[in-house]
């Protein structure tokens, strides 16, 4: 009995783990790794890549003035938006959304810190100001 007891006490308390509300302020710690690439807010420029206000519920290939590889284009030709599932696709392996992408990063495998990161970036507006 008091293993069954324990057994449910561990489940519990990993599903409250893996419900648990993404934390902002772990994105924007996370968002550094991204920062050599893109930019937010709004003084945001190109860099590498596209800046990364208002991506959140953007079309694929959203930034007028970015030259997106043909994976993104036909992503946003198809119709594509990047919603938080998306999103946390693309950031777990680029490469697996868009084979041919112009993104040189491995990914983020800890799903909670895809989590927070997309959180962070789902604060920002399209103008780069925040919600």
Same mark, same amino acid.
């Given at each position: 009995?008091? =293993?069954l007891f324990v057994s449910a006490l561990l489940l519990v308390a990993a599903t409250g783990a893996a419900l648990a509300d993404p934390d902002v302020a772990k994105g924007e710690t996370s968002f550094k790794k991204c920062m050599a690439c893109h930019a937010v807010g709004p003084d945001a420029k190109v860099k590498v890549g596209?800046? &990364?206000?208002?991506? =959140?519920?953007?079309?694929w290939a959203h930034f007028e003035g970015y030259a997106?590889?043909?994976?993104i284009k036909d992503g946003a030709a198809a119709g594509k938006v990047w919603d938080e599932a998306n999103l946390d696709?693309? &950031?777990t392996n680029?490469? =697996? &959304?868009?084979?041919?992408?112009?993104?040189a990063f491995a990914?983020?495998?800890n799903e909670d810190e895809r989590k927070d990161l997309i959180a962070f970036l789902a604060q920002f507006n399209a103008d780069g100001t925040k919600k």
């Amino acid at each position: 009995m008091r =293993v069954l007891f324990v057994s449910a006490l561990l489940l519990v308390a990993a599903t409250g783990a893996a419900l648990a509300d993404p934390d902002v302020a772990k994105g924007e710690t996370s968002f550094k790794k991204c920062m050599a690439c893109h930019a937010v807010g709004p003084d945001a420029k190109v860099k590498v890549g596209p800046p &990364l206000n208002g991506i =959140v519920g953007a079309k694929w290939a959203h930034f007028e003035g970015y030259a997106y590889s043909a994976d993104i284009k036909d992503g946003a030709a198809a119709g594509k938006v990047w919603d938080e599932a998306n999103l946390d696709n693309y &950031l777990t392996n680029p490469k =697996v &959304l868009a084979p041919k992408g112009k993104m040189a990063f491995a990914g983020i495998k800890n799903e909670d810190e895809r989590k927070d990161l997309i959180a962070f970036l789902a604060q920002f507006n399209a103008d780069g100001t925040k919600k």
